[in-house]
């Protein structure tokens, strides 16, 4: 059974940094894509960042140049560097774990909070 398990969210001002952490528990993780996405209140879940096996990225146009998402395969970690929050940043944040080619998966972790407020 493979679990994400998200941390590293919470409350910070705009213009604020936060790191959210993402472990992959189980032998995917070095063959999977990784990947953050968000999900504000009243919106779909959109895509944030991911990072393929070999290390190539994927942002969404509204967080380009602001966040960075890295992974450490030797601690079957993800991470997604927020930097320069903005109100609108505020969702509920969701690790994924994916693999296209057989065999296919597609897993999630329970999220964590980021809200950007003074």
């Known amino acids: 059974q493979v679990q994400l398990v998200e941390s590293g969210g919470g409350l910070v001002q705009p213009g604020g940094s936060l790191r959210l952490s993402c472990a992959a528990s189980?032998?995917?993780?070095?063959?999977?894509?990784m990947g953050w996405y968000r999900q504000a209140p009243g919106k779909q879940r959109e895509l944030v960042a991911e990072?393929?096996?070999?290390?190539?990225?994927n942002y969404a146009d509204s967080v380009k140049g602001r966040f960075t998402i890295s992974r450490d395969n030797a601690k079957n970690t993800v991470y997604l560097q927020m930097n320069s929050l903005k109100p609108e940043d505020t969702a509920v944040y969701y690790c994924?774990?994916?693999?296209?080619?057989?065999?296919?998966?597609?897993?999630w972790g329970q999220g964590t909070q980021v809200t950007v407020s003074s």
């Open positions: 990072i393929t096996t070999g290390g190539t990225t």
């Open positions: 189980g032998s995917i993780f070095s063959i999977s894509t």
């Open positions: 994924n774990a994916n693999r296209r080619r057989f065999p296919s998966y597609d897993y």
